[in-house]
Nanobody, 115 residues
Framework: QVDLVESGGGLVQPGGSLNLSCGDA????????MGWYRQAPGKQREMVAR???????AYADFVKGRFTISRDNAKKMVNLQMNSLKPEDTARYYC?????????WGQGTQVTVSS
């Protein structure tokens, strides 16, 4: 049973920062490729950033230079540091884990960027 739990969302002003975290203390976290996705109302879910179990990262063009994904295998956590937030970053952010062709999702955490 994989139970990814996100935290760290909230309301922030444009230009502000948030740090999202996600983890599951019960899994062999270091084996999982991890990622963050987001879904805004009326839009499809889209990839934000991914980090492989080896630590390689990939970012969507719209967050490059603003967001940073990282992982702490000892704490079994993946983080998404979001800087210079824009109103268009408003969405529900979901943690994703992949292992041996299977995908697992958290329940999501809401990020709202508004003045």
């Amino acid at each position: 049973q994989v139970d990814l739990v996100e935290s760290g969302g909230g309301l922030v002003q444009p230009g502000g920062s948030l740090n999202l975290s996600c983890g599951d203390a019960e899994i062999t976290f270091k084996l999982y490729d991890m990622g963050w996705y987001r879904q805004a109302p009326g839009k499809q879910r889209e990839m934000v950033a991914r980090i492989s179990r080896a630590g390689s990262t990939a970012y969507a063009d719209f967050v490059k230079g603003r967001f940073t994904i990282s992982r702490d295998n000892a704490k079994k956590m993946v983080n998404l540091q979001m800087n210079s937030l824009k109103p268009e970053d408003t969405a529900r952010y979901y943690c994703n884990g992949r292992l041996m062709g299977r995908e697992y999702w958290g329940q999501g955490t809401q990020v709202t960027v508004s003045s």
